[in-house]
């Protein structure tokens, strides 16, 4: 079946980087895009941007614009969403997800990054 | 960007009836090649969504038949039949008919 596995939880100082995987398995990783969503503590769904695995091609929401790169290794069927430049506000959970043409069917369990000085 | 808007934002239910869930898009969401991308996501205490609807209509694979979903444009509804205690958590209209896909709010759905 679909899984799409990410990395553990982070914590990270003001003005660090943080790098989270998402280990997908079960399908065809260059068939379906992996989109990236964040979650702000006790706060709704925020999308940050997609990957094509097949192209590397990238799509990024303008407000993560120049501080999020999301990238893939195919021998490894692994998606990777990196964020630099961290502020306190950053702190969440960040989930990838395989999108079906225009819905997501398939998402990551969470990566719980935390930004504190 | 396409503002999502839920209402209400929290729904006390009796276990056995039905829930209601609207959501307005801030413009219409049929997309150029005349589909409507609107599905609708649940996502339960300290768990990640899961999608219930897609395009507008349609229930994703296992999930069970009291959820329905509805409506055209800007206008949109999410329908519970008979609410179950697993149907407890918070439910998002999400659009991806143009970048950047959005959000609802969440409606909190809880048993009275």
């Known amino acids: 079946q679909v899984q799409l596995v990410q990395s553990g939880a982070e914590v990270k100082k003001p003005g660090a980087s943080v790098k989270v995987s998402c280990k997908t398995s079960?399908?065809?990783?260059?068939?379906?895009?992996i989109h990236w969503v964040r979650q702000a503590p006790g706060q709704g769904l925020e999308w940050l941007g997609r990957?094509?695995?097949?192209?590397?091609?990238?799509d990024y929401a303008q407000s993560f614009q120049g501080r999020v790169t999301l990238t893939r290794d195919t021998s490894i069927a692994t998606a990777y969403m990196e964020l630099s430049r961290l502020i306190s506000d950053d702190t969440g959970v960040y989930y990838c997800?395989?999108?079906?043409?225009?819905?997501?069917?398939?998402w990551g369990q969470g990566t719980l990054v935390t930004v504190s000085s | 960007d396409i503002v999502m808007t839920q209402t209400p934002l929290s729904s006390p239910v009796i276990l056995g009836q039905p829930a209601s869930i609207s959501c307005r898009s801030s413009?219409?969401?049929?997309?150029?090649?005349?589909?409507?991308?609107l599905s609708w996501l649940q996502q339960r205490p300290g768990q990640p969504p899961r999608v219930l609807i897609y395009?507008?209509?349609n229930r994703f694979s296992g999930v069970p038949d009291r959820f329905s979903g509805s409506g055209a444009g800007t206008d949109f509804t999410l329908k519970i039949s008979r609410v179950e205690a697993e149907d407890v958590g918070v439910y998002y209209c999400?659009?991806?008919?143009?970048?950047?896909?959005?959000f609802g709010q969440g409606t909190k759905v809880e048993i009275k």
């Open positions: 997800a395989r999108a079906d043409s225009y819905y997501f069917d398939n």
């Open positions: 079960g399908y065809t990783f260059s068939g379906n895009f």
């Open positions: 990957i094509n695995p097949n192209s590397g091609g990238t």
């Open positions: 413009q219409s969401l049929v997309h150029s090649d005349g589909n409507t991308y």
């Open positions: 395009k507008i209509s």
């Open positions: 999400m659009q991806a008919t143009q970048f950047p896909w959005t």
